[in-house]
């Protein structure tokens, strides 16, 4: 292809060529067969494209390329990945195998039921697990993702004040903890936003809770755990002063990774929450997605769930299983995506996940993941401050700041990936100065995580004795800082333009 | 606590670190009344016995591959998926990392949705591609958003056309429920409108119009026309596209679209029941402020070389939090990597033949059978699924196609109560001429009785 070169300065190395770089005329990785059928004339020409500007390449070609950008990327298999708030933790291989069955993957979504029943009765299986397992009486498992999961809640919340012809609830309590979807999915429905202070332990303030809680509120976005990695201490309170006012809880799903065997925040009295079952349940995010963002909902809201549900629409008999169809809830809000949500990428992996644990080490998973977390911040403690200072849950938040010095969170950030460990999330939660917020996971072990502390201490030191370090850190990686402010101005979003393309090409 | 790599040892060391007795005292800030509660689940399996459960579970069902012959598309494809796809996407770099914050170290994921935009605005022919939506549905009701707030909440009309995916516009409905916005045009009696007839809707109020592309019954329209009566009321329009099918019929772009939005399934990824798949999502440079969804961009790094970042951030749910075009954080990566790698092994000349071979099956199969008593193939331009009247519900015509091994069309009759006889036959490159022949077949048969 002629001339599909970069706007890129004509300085700039060039790291791995682009797949459009690479492409050479008359190439093809694959060849289909041949068609079998008598011919039929195209359409009219005025209703063909003229040409198409894809990229030409043989399969070594194709495998290379990807390799190389693969090497580019840290992951979970290759080192430490104390994301916060994200709950990256090791992938068990089976999930691949057991999600590529060929009876998974080749099934359609519109098949006839009698023809899908394993899918269904997964399906089915899953639903009954999550609801045990977070004290729920009903479960979806349509939404995408988290965020969608809470769009989902959010929608549910509307449509039960409605439906009791309470037209006035307009108001939603977000702690300002709160990640940024909950607000964000508030600001989709034309709801408006009221934050909640965090106390000087990490809790709701309960005044504050109490003074914004009327007869408008349509309810509350709770982390609990919090984005701190704190439990909070007047849980039960927080939840009587908003039901009080008539409003609902809703739960974010993201921290269960803490909670699971250790309480029900069904038992809580949360009345909606969402799963993330690329966190808790060890789908891999995949750089990006999919994820996976059921819903499960106390009794009061199970009519407004979105549709279709999986239920058994012919009960079983001794030597007969039961027949699995869908179910339309009665009040339900609508549908959520097309089809039933993310099956393979979700829905199998979290199954063999669950069934391999059982009840106890579902337990295990959550007590090593809030042991882990509270090891490394008893190392870290002396070093970085940790501004709310007690027992946390799966994960913590320390200050990536030092007295007297310039050095930023960002800058330890970019520190730790010379010594070949993924960063913490940087900067949030937005209440604490120069946050680093620290979830090492139940699945790494006492070495990684001690080698983990011992490079922060050292970038303490250095923070302080050689600061030049950590401002020009990463020094070790392929690639350098980036220039965002650039990609930002210059806004180049497709290494393909049609007046770079050449037709006759 | 097969995934756990803690011994007894460390975990006693690291108790005493911490502070505590025993694991359960880490636990002291949950009410006691609630603590610890006994789960009612099977007890654990081993990988073994786990992989013989999932197993019995998958050949539970009849699958389309080796179980049933199937004609069934609409929204979700069969295609043949080259081995190549699967092997990038089981790269461990690639799917046990997260959405890539850090460019220094996630150049990998950066540069393949760079790649994947570049792709998706090549195929569509517009200007810019998100890093991905959850699936065509959500990527249609984004687009409403994206219009919605172009007119900043002044035009509050959506209309849809009725031969736009039926699941398509209940999603629609379902996201715009709290906005006082109203969709329209989806009305059964509507579907009999050509796409310009169905344009004399668009009122001052319209923000948007939305159109498929090939539409929900599989028909190709050229909406030139279309789109420029819509522009000449002020209004934008979104296309819905099938992504084979632009690989042969002129982009929506070059039609004069707006936003082009789809699903990306059909481009390598595994029908898998219904998900995951990708949405794509596609406008003009002029409202890439207001797209919902990430964005991969090119910039340099410190040392000079050409790298990607995620840019435009300032628009999304982690910087103006209630004030975000879209809530969506996760995308579909992953999938859209898989889409990346198809559009790059098959090529330009590769996709051109999978969409021929789509077109020359399914036109095969649809002369064949409008020569069959009682069945009549409907009139017009189609890609790879139309329309098949029969003589009798289609769901009955679909049973007894079951009993020999073949899933028929998608019911019609399902959304559209006056199609009850219609069913919606896709045809792609896995249908060998013997299995049309047997669907003629058998089909014959059914008519007479």
């Known amino acids: 292809m002629a001339n599909a070169s970069t706007t890129s300065s004509p300085s700039a190395k060039i790291v791995e060529p682009t797949i459009f770089d690479l492409s050479s005329p008359g190439r093809t990785g694959v060849t289909m067969p041949a068609s079998d059928v008598p ?79 394993g899918n269904l009765a997964l399906m089915f299986q899953l639903q009954e697990w999550l609801k045990e397992i977070s004290g729920f009486a009903g479960v979806t498992l349509q939404p995408a993702a988290g965020a969608h999961g809470e769009f989902t809640g959010v929608l549910i919340m509307r449509a039960y004040h409605k439906s009791r012809g309470d037209d006035k609830r307009k108001k939603m309590l977000i702690p300002d903890a709160a990640h940024g979807t909950n607000p964000a999915s508030v600001g989709m429905m034309g709801m408006t936003v009221v934050t909640i202070p965090s106390d000087e332990r990490g809790n709701v303030d309960l005044k504050a809770l109490e003074a914004a809680c009327d007869d408008t509120v349509v309810g509350m976005m709770l982390t609990n755990p919090n984005t701190l990695g704190l439990f909070d201490e007047h849980i039960e309170k927080v939840i009587e002063l908003v039901h009080g006012c008539g409003g609902l809880m809703y739960g974010d799903g993201a921290n269960l990774n803490a909670l699971l065997g250790i309480v029900r925040p069904g038992d809580l009295g949360f009345d909606v929450m969402h799963f993330n079952l690329h966190k808790t349940f060890a789908v891999p995010h995949g750089g990006g997605g999919p994820g996976s963002g059921p819903v499960g909902v106390a009794a009061h809201l199970a009519d407004f769930l979105p549709e279709p549900l999986v239920g058994i629409v012919e009960e079983g008999e001794d030597d007969t299983p039961p027949l699995y169809g869908f179910i ?139 600061p030049e370090l950590l401002h020009n850190a990463p020094s070790t990686t392929r690639f350098g800082r980036m220039d965002e402010v650039k990609a930002a101005r210059e806004l180049v979003l497709c290494c393909w333009l049609p007046e770079n393309y050449d037709v006759n090409a | 606590m097969t995934y756990i790599p803690i011994s007894p040892k460390e975990r006693d060391a690291m108790l005493e670190t911490v502070g505590v007795k025993s694991l359960d005292d880490l636990f002291d800030a949950i009410p006691v009344k609630h603590r610890f509660p006994k789960l009612n689940l099977p007890a654990a399996l081993t990988e073994m016995e786990a992989m013989d459960e999932l197993s019995g579970l998958a050949n539970a069902n009849e699958n389309v591959r080796s179980d049933l012959v ?70 249609t009701a984004e687009a409403v958003n994206l219009a919605f707030a172009q007119y900043r909440g002044k035009r509050r009309k959506v209309l849809m056309s009725p031969s736009l995916h039926p699941q398509y516009r209940e999603v629609v409905r379902t996201y715009t429920q709290g906005m006082e916005l109203e969709s329209a045009g989806d009305a059964e009696s509507d579907l009999e409108l050509s796409p310009e007839a169905f344009a004399s809707q668009v009122d001052d109020n319209t923000c948007l119009v939305i159109v498929q592309y090939p539409d929900f019954f599989g028909r190709v329209y050229d909406y030139t026309k279309l789109i420029e009566d819509v522009h000449a009321k002020g209004a934008l329009v979104c296309v819905v596209a099938n992504p084979t099918a632009l690989a042969m019929f002129k982009t929506p772009g070059s039609m004069g679209a707006d936003i082009v939005v789809g699903d990306g399934q059909p481009l390598g990824i595994p029908m898998w029941y219904g998900g995951p798949s990708v949405g794509f999502f596609t406008t003009r440079k002029n409202m890439v402020h207001k797209m919902a969804g990430r964005l991969v961009g090119e910039t340099i790094d410190s040392r000079g070389q050409r790298a990607y970042v995620l840019t435009l951030t300032a628009r999304e749910q982690h910087i103006k939090r209630e004030r975000a075009t879209s809530n969506i954080c996760t995308n579909q990566g992953l999938i859209a990597l ?112």
């Open chain 1, 39 to 117: 011919e039929t004339a195209l359409p009219p020409e005025a209703l063909l494209r003229p040409d198409l500007p894809l990229p030409e390449l043989a399969e070594v070609d194709v495998v290379r390329h990807y390799m190389h950008l693969s090497s580019f990327n840290y992951s979970v298999d290759s080192g430490f990945y104390p994301l916060g708030s994200c709950t990256m933790k090791y992938n068990p291989k089976i999930n691949e195998d057991t999600c590529r069955l060929p009876g998974f993957l080749f099934t359609h979504p519109l098949q006839p039921i009698e023809t899908v029943q």
């Open chain 1, 328 to 466: 339309k809830p009665a009040k339900t809000i609508g549908r959520m995506k097309a089809f039933h949500g993310h099956f393979g990428g979700g829905f199998v992996r979290s199954f063999t996940y669950i069934a391999m644990h059982g009840p106890d080490g579902l337990k295990d998973i959550s007590q090593y993941a809030v042991l882990n977390a509270n090891y490394l911040q008893a190392r870290l403690r002396g070093t970085y401050k940790v501004p709310y200072d007690r027992i946390c849950m799966h994960e913590f938040v320390a200050e990536g700041r030092f007295e007297g010095s310039d050095v930023r969170a960002l800058d330890i950030a970019k520190r730790l990936m010379d010594y070949n460990f993924h960063p913490p999330t940087n900067y949030f939660p937005l209440i604490v100065h120069e946050a680093l917020m620290i979830e090492p996971t139940e699945t790494e072990n006492k070495d990684t995580l001690d080698a983990f502390a011992d490079a922060l201490i050292k970038i303490a030191e250095e923070a302080k004795s050689q």
């Open chain 2, 70 to 139: 199937s004609f069934l598309g609409a929204g979700m494809y069969n295609h043949y998926i080259p081995s190549v796809v699967d092997h990038m996407l089981r790269r461990g770099e690639f799917y046990t990392a997260y959405t890539p914050y850090q460019p220094e170290i996630s150049q990998g994921t950066l540069q393949a949705i760079f790649e994947y935009q570049s792709l998706m605005s090549a195929l569509t022919g517009m200007d810019v591609s998100n890093a991905s939506h959850y699936d065509g549905a959500t990527a």
């Open chain 2, 338 to 449: 898989g889409t990346a790698v198809y559009l790059s092994v098959l090529g330009k000349k590769g996709l051109r033949q999978v969409a021929e071979l789509c077109y020359q099956k399914a036109h095969y199969a649809a002369r064949e059978l409008n020569k069959v008593k009682g069945y009549k193939v409907s009139d017009g331009t189609f890609f790879h699924e139309f329309v098949l009247e029969c003589p009798a519900p289609a769901s009955e015509i679909n049973a007894h196609l079951l009993e020999h091994g073949i899933i028929g069309g998608y019911d019609l009759g399902q959304d559209f109560p006056s199609l009850a006889n219609q069913m919606l036959i896709a045809v792609t490159e896995m249908n060998t001429k013997q299995e049309i022949d047997t669907l003629i077949e058998v089909l014959s048969e059914v008519d007479h009785g």
